[in-house]
């Protein structure tokens, strides 16, 4: 499909004696045909300009560069460059880690705010702040439930046990986008920052909340499992996925003291 591409970029060059524009424009639209996935976009744009450089004298540096997906494609690119690192990574996930991050609840401080509601939906930051593309909304009756929408699809989400209902998390979602006015790469260099002071001897990170959630949805699951019925249900298919994906994360509860520790504490 990519040879037939360019060979159409090819042929209409030579057949059209056109401004560097139009042939710009004439690109955008053979490179978007048939709804390619951001990173087949990026592949097109990348084996359009170096045959382009092969066939052809004459086009300027300023052109070949322009010759590139949006900054929005680019960016989930790196995003979702980023989140495969993690994945990869091991990463052991604590019992302190968890409560502090449950207690930014409260707290005044809007970029608090966006790690916790990150960590108990276990969404990314570009979810979370200024995506025009995503609409979040409540489920009747379904207090925990909250569904991310966007133009391809609908996703499911079950809010962590005793943390927030949906109508207190659409609310405090309101209030970062309200109230906040900046770059999301910005946004997600504070957030970063913020963890980093929260948890120095940590390699946390904004993309790991997502891998720090499924692996806290598995440690519940896990124990529940005898239970007639589970406290999380899997409300979206792509929590086994993500269940795979995150298999090196691991969830450290704080281990209660055994009675003979407690006993030989007293005897000393």
Not at 19 to 46: A, M, W
Not at 101 to 117: F, P
């Amino acid at each position: 499909m990519t040879k037939k591409l360019i060979d159409s970029i090819i042929n209409f060059i030579e057949s059209n004696d056109v401004e560097d524009n139009i042939i710009k424009e004439y690109i955008d639209k053979i490179v978007n045909k048939n709804n390619p996935t951001i990173r087949t976009v990026s592949n097109r744009y990348s084996l359009i300009k170096k045959n382009l450089i092969d066939n052809f004298d004459g086009f300027s540096n300023s052109f070949l560069s322009s010759l590139k997906p949006d900054d929005t494609i680019m960016k989930q690119i790196l995003v979702e460059d980023m989140e495969r690192r993690c994945e990869k990574c091991n990463f052991n996930f604590t019992q302190q880690i968890l409560n502090d991050i449950l207690n930014l609840k409260n707290s005044e401080d809007l970029y608090d705010l966006g790690i916790y509601l990150q960590f108990i939906s276990g969404r990314r930051s570009n979810e979370i702040y200024k995506n025009n593309d995503i609409k979040i909304s409540r489920i009747k009756n379904k207090e925990n439930i909250i569904k991310f929408s966007n133009l391809k699809n609908n996703e499911i989400i079950e809010l962590i046990p005793n943390t927030l209902n949906s109508n207190e998390y659409k609310k405090l979602y309101n209030k970062i986008n309200n109230e906040l006015d900046i770059p999301i790469q910005i946004y997600i260099n504070r957030i970063n920052v913020k963890l980093k002071n929260m948890f120095p001897k940590s390699n946390i990170s904004s993309h790991k909340l997502r891998g720090c959630y499924v692996c806290f949805i598995k440690q519940i699951k896990n124990e529940n499992e005898n239970e007639n019925e589970s406290k999380i249900k899997n409300v979206n298919d792509n929590y086994l996925t993500d269940f795979e994906c995150y298999s090196n994360y691991k969830f450290i509860p704080t281990k209660e003291e055994s009675p003979e520790k407690r006993i030989k504490k007293k005897l000393l």
